[in-house]
T-cell receptor, first 113, second 109 residues
Framework: GAGVSQSPRYKVAKRGQDVALRCDPISGHVSLFWYQQALGQGPEFLTYFQNEAQLDKSGLPSDRFFAERPEGSVSTLKIQRTQQEDSAVYLC???????????FGPGTRLTVT | AQRVTQPEKLLSVFKGAPVELKCNYSYSGSPELFWYVQYSRQRLQLLLRHISRESIKGFTADLNKGETSFHLKKPFAQEEDSAMYYCALKSAGNTPLVFGKGTRLSVIA
């Protein structure tokens, strides 16, 4: 089957614009993670869902960042009033409820000008 | 706090030479350690996990709790091993991965 998909793959936003990034996890995967990867850095945790419940959002850098997964499958990461420091690759990963391996999507590269 | 340190940003080796990518971690409990790899234009993927104690693509990694290290090794590097390698730590339960900054391995023919 298909792996984790993310859209758009690339997004250019002007400072102050709102953006929405989408993640389609592998079908049946209950756990979904969002990570932010700045240039030259490793991925850093943003938030985690188990089904539709957002169990951990401790990594969200500010209240401009919001994530949802209303039906327990597709997830959207929204960034309001984007700033230059939000420029990064946003990675989504999913896994089943019982296994350890996280499967990563290709990422969305966000550039804020 | 959990932390993963990969001291080398770039490691260049000749084809056929041994490779060691260093990883040290900081965690007070019993961690799970992983190595993830990202080949050019591909997504991040799991290479190996310390609990499995297996060799994948000729790579092995041993967890040394005394030295809090999880170095990745391969006796004979191949050109196709050129990639970004990330060491990652996970604590117990439904917790996220904590990644190091990554090491770019370049294998020169």
């Amino acid at each position: 089957g298909a792996g984790v998909s993310q859209s758009p793959r690339y997004k250019v936003a002007k400072r102050g614009q709102d953006v929405a990034l989408r993640c389609d996890p592998i079908s049946g995967h209950v756990s979904l993670f969002w990570y932010q990867q700045a240039l030259g850095q490793g991925p850093e945790f943003l938030t985690y869902f188990q089904n539709e419940a957002q169990l951990d959002k401790s990594g969200l850098p500010s209240d401009r960042f919001f994530a949802e997964r209303p039906e327990g499958s597709v997830s959207t990461l929204k960034i309001q009033r984007t700033q230059q420091e939000d420029s990064a690759v946003y990675l989504c990963a999913s896994r089943t409820g019982t296994t350890y391996e996280q499967y990563f999507g290709p990422g969305t590269r966000l550039t804020v000008t | 706090a959990q932390r993963v340190t990969q001291p080398e940003k770039l490691l260049s080796v000749f084809k056929g030479a041994p490779v060691e990518l260093k990883c040290n971690y900081s965690y007070s409990g019993s961690p799970e350690l992983f190595w993830y790899v990202q080949y050019s234009r591909q997504r991040l993927q799991l290479l190996l996990r310390h609990i499995s104690r297996e060799s994948i693509k000729g790579f092995t990694a041993d967890l040394n709790k005394g030295e809090t290290s999880f170095h990745l090794k391969k006796p004979f590097a191949q050109e196709e091993d050129s990639a970004m390698y990330y060491c990652a730590l996970k604590s117990a339960g439904n917790t996220p991965l904590v990644f190091g900054k990554g090491t770019r391995l370049s294998v020169i023919a």
